[in-house]
T-cell receptor, first 110, second 116 residues
Framework: DAKTTQPPSMDCAEGRAANLPCNHS???????VYWYRQIHSQGPQYIIH???NNETNEMASLIITEDRKSSTLILPHATLRDTAVYYC???????????FGAGTQVVVTP | SAVISQKPSRDICQRGTSLTIQCQVD?????MFWYRQQPGQSLTLIAT?????????ESGFVIDKFPISRPNLTFSTLTVSNMSPEDSSIYLC?????????????FGPGTRLTVL
């Protein structure tokens, strides 16, 4: 069973920041939070991951709460090409299997 | 990152037949996985392909239906046996790279299978 809860859908205006929430209240100490996205008909694409510190890369920022029970993926300036299903996944260590939940369908509109 | 290719990219098959899907990676990998994505659904892990030994299957998936081979560090096959329309899905190969084991899993483009 997926260990995360995400809203089923979100709309976002082009050029604005998109904040995608994820709840993972049962996360354990050695589990990482990973984010992937899947653009229609393509394989999932890695976005970012973190353990307890906030992380940033060229695609997004990941904010993890201090108790690690929830996190937020931030796309700083959403574009139409960011329209996709976004998956928040809790993964054991660096070798654990990725188990996908239902994800959030994000639609970026002009 | 890694370049992952899958063959075929898509196929239409008749009920009762079998299809073998190939996954080739341009870098050595430690772990390879096979996923299924049924229409309108999320991804479901089928199995972990182990080099030189039998694959490790997830609950609900069995070797007779989804035999998997992994003869070396860069190649794996998944066979969908005795197909029925319920097997119509996208099948995806995923890998963890040998030289970057703490890194993420990368996914192939998928094989879109339709069973009539």
């Amino acid at each position: 069973d997926a260990k995360t809860t995400q809203p089923p859908s979100m709309d976002c205006a082009e050029g604005r920041a998109a904040n995608l929430p994820c709840n993972h209240s049962t996360i354990s100490g050695n589990e990482y939070v990973y984010w992937y996205r899947q653009i229609h008909s393509q394989g999932p694409q890695y976005i970012i991951h973190g353990l307890k510190n906030n992380e940033t890369n060229e695609m997004a920022s990941l904010i993890i709460t201090e108790d690690r029970k929830s996190s937020t993926l931030i796309l700083p300036h959403a574009t139409l090409r960011d329209t996709a299903v976004y998956y928040c996944i809790v993964r054991e260590g660096s070798w654990g299997k990725l188990q996908f939940g239902a994800g959030t369908q994000v639609v970026v509109t002009p | 990152s890694a370049v992952i290719s899958q063959k075929p990219s898509r196929d239409i098959c008749q009920r009762g037949t079998s299809l073998t899907i190939q996954c080739q990676v341009d870098s050595q990998v430690t772990m390879m996985f096979w996923y299924r994505q049924q229409p309108g659904q999320s991804l479901t892990l089928i199995a972990t392909a182990n080099q030189g030994s039998e694959a490790t299957y997830e609950s609900g998936f069995v070797i007779d239906k989804f035999p998997i081979s992994r003869p070396n560090l860069t190649f794996s096959t998944l066979t969908v046996s005795n197909m029925s329309p319920e097997d119509s899905s996208i099948y995806l190969c995923s890998v963890i790279l040998l030289l970057r084991p703490t890194d993420t899993q990368y996914f192939g483009p998928g094989t879109r299978l339709t069973v009539l």
